[in-house]
């Protein structure tokens, strides 16, 4: 299923974002010329990104505009200055956008730049997530328990950590360096076995 892209600015910015490449799946773009129909239509669809071509002389109004967007939920939040945006980062930041970048930006990095931050979207709210689901196994992070088959299995702690881990990243390539960091919390000894042992 397709992600829903909301592309909010000009019309002339916004037809030309559509006729690129960030028109091609997995993204599904609408379009709209004015914020307060962008924040109806926030509240009605919650897409999953949101991204704001805007005057970056306007810089207040820009800030206040990020504020009340951010209000309407926790999806990424794109904002392209159409101005020298690095005199504005700190305050559109702190107002609530995930990041700013220049109209001049190529389309395939902004694609990029928008398909980054879902990634992360994504991964954080499984992180909230106490239950996870993959094929026939299921993880309840609040009772710390593993099913299989509806049958409950008790584990210790790091087998837990370790099985949880993998699950909420299943079907991404995992390094033994990336397990060990996020699993013990400690940085890559290329001579250790750990990884290896618990499985």
Not at 5 to 24: F, K, N
Not at 119 to 135: D, E, H
Not at 155 to 179: D, V
């Amino acid at each position: 299923m397709p992600e829903v892209i909301l592309l909010v600015g000009p019309a002339a910015a916004i037809r030309q974002l559509r006729d690129t490449c960030m028109s091609e799946p997995p993204f599904e773009l609408r379009t709209l010329v004015d914020a307060v129909q962008a924040a109806a239509f926030i509240r009605r669809e919650a897409p999953s990104a949101v991204v704001l071509v805007a005057n970056s002389h306007e810089g207040e109004a820009l800030v206040g505009l990020c504020v009340s967007l951010r209000k309407l939920g926790r999806f990424p939040l794109v904002i392209m200055a159409e101005a020298n945006p690095a005199e504005l980062a700190e305050p559109i930041l702190e107002a609530g956008a995930d990041d700013l970048v220049s109209v001049d930006i190529s389309p395939r990095e902004l694609r990029a730049r928008v398909r980054a931050h879902l990634r992360r979207a994504n991964y954080f709210s499984q992180l909230q997530q106490s239950v996870v689901r993959v094929g026939a196994f299921e993880i309840d992070r609040d009772h710390r328990q593993i099913g299989v088959d509806e049958i409950k299995i008790a584990l210790p702690p790091k087998e837990f950590a370790l099985l949880e881990y993998l699950m909420r990243n299943a079907g991404r390539r995992l390094t033994r360096a990336m397990i060990i960091e996020h699993v013990w919390n400690l940085t890559f000894d290329s001579t250790t076995n750990v990884v290896d042992v618990y499985i």
